[in-house]
């Protein structure tokens, strides 16, 4: 991160900085940026333009500095609990949310089903709240997030082509898919608090590039765990194989929901966030530092 300017403007409090998509976020701050205060359950050293505050989200109080934005990188419904429970009331709010909220409303999966009602709870609640207070609510939902190892999809994938030196798929996994790089999630949740009038909105946030699922995995595997062979079987033996090696203990669970979507198309639109945002994401080039070992 660079040094940012001291205090001398209401500071920015930001959510989920400590992890992955966090850590993006603290990269791409420069010297015009105000003061950033982090909030951490763990100890960490404060860094010009950058001051901890050691709490869990659940029990951190309202800080007393002056504010211009507040900023959640984190579970949006933990965020909007707390919010809701606070007496703040910056000028503008902005939150990651996922399109999970779209795509898995109708998984054949209740546990995915219950994600994607979570999701629309909370911003519902987020709407409300900010609409009674007066704040500018920018919501962000991002579609698979890669970049630095901070996905739960392509970098288990790749661990599992790694350990197997092959990755079985079905013969129809050609849903679409839109990854996008976790430093264009940062730089659109930037744009929205550097903006000089506020951005409000619910903004679905793609990447790039429109690519069938199997691709997408093709080209992760051809940098994060080069030389591993894709195996194309029939759905029926996919979803058995899948089963077996669940029951063995090899494999993470794999819901029905998941499997579903493999020939599923999950397309949102780039225009409203271009134009709002100024988000222009880069198509899907992953480097070896998406999948660190």
């Given amino acids: 991160m660079q040094a940012a300017n001291p205090a001398t403007a209401d500071a920015w409090l930001v959510f989920g900085l400590s992890g992955s998509l966090g850590q993006a976020f603290a990269f791409a701050l420069d010297d015009a940026d105000p003061h950033v205060i982090g909030v951490s359950r763990a100890i960490r050293p404060d860094q010009p333009g950058l001051s901890w505050r050691r709490a869990v989200l659940s029990d951190f109080a309202d800080p007393a500095e002056p504010l211009a934005a507040i900023a959640s990188l984190g579970p949006l419904d933990a965020f909007a609990g707390w919010f809701e429970r606070s007496a703040l009331a910056p000028a503008r709010i902005v939150v990651l949310g ?30 409300a709240v900010a609409e009674a207070r007066g704040c500018a609510l920018t919501l962000l939902r991002p579609t698979l997030i890669y970049g630095n190892g901070c996905d739960r999809t392509l970098s288990r994938v790749v661990g599992l082509a790694r350990r197997w030196r092959w990755l079985p798929l079905p013969i129809r996994a050609g849903g679409l898919r839109q990854p996008v790089h976790v430093d264009d999630v940062a730089a659109a949740v930037l744009g929205a608090l550097r903006a000089p009038a506020a951005r409000p909105g619910f903004f679905d946030l793609p990447g ?28 029926p033996a996919f979803r058995a194989g899948v089963g077996v090696l669940r029951g063995l203990g090899l494999l993470e669970a794999a819901g029905g929901g998941v ?18 945002l100024g988000h222009y994401p880069r198509g899907f080039q992953p480097s070896e530092e998406a999948f660190p070992r």
Avoid: C, I, N, W
């Fill in 208 to 235: 790039g590039e429109t690519l069938p699922f199997d691709e997408m995995v093709r080209r992760s595997l051809a940098v994060g765990a080069p030389g591993a062979r894709l195996v194309r079987l029939p759905g």
């Fill in 259 to 276: 499997l579903a979507r493999l020939d599923q198309d999950l397309v949102y639109d780039l225009g409203p966030a271009r134009t709002a």
């Fill in 98 to 127: 996922s399109t999970s909220r779209h795509g898995k409303k109708f998984s054949p999966d209740p546990a995915e089903r219950a994600l994607a009602g979570t999701l629309g709870d909370a911003e519902r609640t987020l709407a």
